[in-house]
């Protein structure tokens, strides 16, 4: 089936964040769109207003008439929906053409020329960093994004002249062996989703197979000195890159009045004088990334300077809701331990001599299970931790896996408290707070608005 002979686009799991550029993707192609998600939230509702009709009742019978014809009605689910779901077994059993989002991907990296970013952690902040390098550049993207880019207001950039396409390739699932890159930056291998892989070996492993999928004239861009021997086809070029050393590497780092500047050091030709739009540590390092990236799909020296210094960031990816001299509140996403040792090391870096605490909700019984310790020796580098109850997303309990794993093993002396979601307002009312910051992938973001506002009236 290709995009030409569709009429309708049922997607199951339409409000998750990748899937959802998908929706809108399809919806600006003209094309009648429909589906289902769990629960709804502010993107299901902007969906809605976009132009998709999505229920949240799993039902078939509120399955519209109109996406009933399987010639002509493409179906896309993520893997993180049931095999037994009602609606999924109903376009199974009836013939219908059923694609994972990642094979959907997959189809465009194979007509126009996928920019892609890969790795454990960094993926979102660098891919849309990339996007808006390019976008804002003569060459112009089209961007499926893995977080609301707060300088667009949406997960999707489109344009109508530009073969370059910017993916954020995720391995869950082994989803990322469906593309078909023409450049990939890979940022890290650190063990996630042992639930699919089973070892970290395997893990590994699965980067690997994908880097051999690199287009024969394409480019492959790998953080220096991770876990991982690539097996890339000949014709491939292949650099390193890191904040400090490597092909593309930072130099002359300037910290100063909020403010971080350096020279990006380049193959392709330095630019000096790169100053951040979050000036935050770790952009350093997916700011090099990205601007590796920017300078093989053709953007200009002054064009990425200019584009770096506006960059405004990604909705939950060290996110300030309130910044001021009495108190910050920051939300982030990182929900694996090497994401959140970076995230603490970054605010320290900021605010060396402020008392910092996180609200972290861990994400999936099978991660906490398998990085109970390592979530533990992350969060004890902060000065008060309070966890939350674990967030299932697609999980069933898992006897004796708890937040209590993580709390019995956090540092001797650290504030800390385990909370019901429930009682985290009344908790925060009487709670000395210098710099808060929640962190995890579930939903705890749906509490920043009510925290902020407690925190306004303290």
């Given at each position: ?11 199951i ?23 289902y ?21 799993e ?26 779901h ?120 699965s980067?690997?197979?994908y ?9 492959l ?6 876990d ?27 910290i ?19 100053r ?45 809701k ?88 956090l ?42 506002e ?5």
């Amino acid at each position: 089936m290709n995009v030409n002979t569709l009429k309708a686009v049922y997607f199951i799991g339409a409000g998750g964040i990748g899937m959802s550029a998908l929706v809108r993707y399809f919806l600006s192609k003209g094309k009648k769109v429909a589906g289902y998600d769990r629960t709804p939230s502010e993107l299901t509702q902007k969906l809605n207003e976009e132009g998709a009709a999505i229920h949240y009742e799993e039902n078939t019978a509120l399955i519209p008439d109109d996406f009933k014809q399987p010639e002509t009605t493409l179906i896309i689910y993520t893997p993180a929906i049931p095999a037994n779901h009602q609606e999924l077994t109903y376009f199974r059993e009836n013939g219908f053409e059923i694609q994972k989002r990642a094979q959907v991907l997959g189809m465009l990296t194979r007509t126009e020329r996928g920019m892609c970013v890969a790795g454990t952690h960094g993926k979102t902040t660098t891919s849309t960093m990339a996007a808006h390098l390019l976008h804002q550049s003569h060459v112009t993207c089209n961007a499926f994004l893995g977080g609301i880019s707060k300088n667009y207001g949406t997960n999707l950039l489109l344009s109508d002249k530009s073969d370059l396409v910017v993916i954020e390739a995720d391995e869950f699932d082994r989803s990322f062996h469906w593309l078909t890159p023409y450049a990939t930056v890979i940022t890290a291998t650190d063990s996630d989703h042992l639930d699919i892989y089973g070892t970290h070996e395997a893990y590994v492993e699965s980067f690997r197979k994908y880097t051999s999928l690199i287009r024969p004239d394409g480019y492959l861009i790998i953080k220096k000195g991770i876990d991982l021997q690539p097996d890339v086809q000949p014709g491939v070029t292949v650099y390193t890159y890191s904040n400090d050393e490597g092909d593309f590497h930072a130099e002359n780092i300037r910290i100063a009045n909020g403010e971080i500047t350096f020279d990006f050091i380049s193959p392709l030709g330095n630019i000096a004088d790169i100053r951040l739009g979050v000036p935050v540590y770790v952009n350093i390092e997916n700011g090099v990334a990205a601007m590796a990236l920017a300078q093989i799909g053709g953007a200009t020296a002054e064009e990425i300077r200019t584009a770096m210094a506006t960059f405004q960031g990604v909705d939950r990816r060290f996110d300030f809701k309130i910044k001021n001299d009495r108190i910050v509140l920051l939300s982030d996403y990182a929900h694996h331990p090497a994401e959140i040792r970076q995230s603490v090391t970054s605010i320290r870096t900021l605010y060396p001599d402020k008392k910092i605490t996180a609200i972290f909700q861990p994400h999936l019984y099978t991660r906490t299970r398998d990085f109970y310790k390592e979530f533990a020796d992350s969060l004890s580098l902060l000065d008060e931790v309070i966890l939350l109850d674990i967030y299932p997303a697609r999980e069933q309990p898992i006897p004796g896996i708890t937040s209590q794993l993580i709390y019995d093993n956090l540092r001797p002396g650290i504030e800390k408290c385990l909370c019901k979601k429930e009682d985290l307002l009344d908790l925060l009312k009487n709670k000395h707070l210098e710099v808060l910051i929640t962190l995890g992938a579930g939903d705890i973001d749906n509490y920043i608005p009510q925290i902020s506002e407690l925190l306004k009236n303290k």
